[in-house]
């Protein structure tokens, strides 16, 4: 019976053996391939508008009254409520295009240096 328990008392210490050596094994395996953080930076042209409406609301509105004035001059009936809205909708978008090439004229350019971190 001392022969099997000392058997035993091997195998389980082989066996604890052979896990702490797994278990150091994987811990050294992440820890070689640990992330390391580096920062990378690039230059970055960033457009500057010198306008308080730089959602071109203005050009837009404007254009879209001009628009509908001009389309309510055309047809008659259910035709004239059309082009009254159509001369609206074109307009609006010619509006918003005339301002954005004004603001575009007006518009300097800066290169800015941006770094951020990156984990290889």
């Excluded at 278990?23 to 960033?46: D, E, I, K, P």
């Excluded at 090439?101 to 941006?114: D, G, S």
């Amino acid at each position: 019976m001392q022969a099997i328990n000392s058997f035993y008392v091997i195998g389980e210490l082989a066996m604890k053996k052979t896990l702490v050596l797994t278990a150091g094994l994987a811990l050294g395996m992440f820890g070689a391939t640990s992330l390391q953080a580096r920062q990378v930076c690039h230059n970055v042209r960033v457009k500057h508008i010198q306008s308080q409406d730089n959602h071109r609301l203005i050009g837009t509105g404007v254009g879209a009254v001009a628009g509908g004035l001009l389309g309510h001059q055309v047809g008659g009936g259910k035709g004239k409520t059309l082009a009254t809205v159509g001369g609206a909708v074109a307009g609006g978008v010619v509006g918003n295009q005339v301002q954005k090439n004004a603001q575009n004229k007006k518009a300097y350019y800066t290169t800015e240096r941006r770094c951020e971190e990156v984990n290889d």
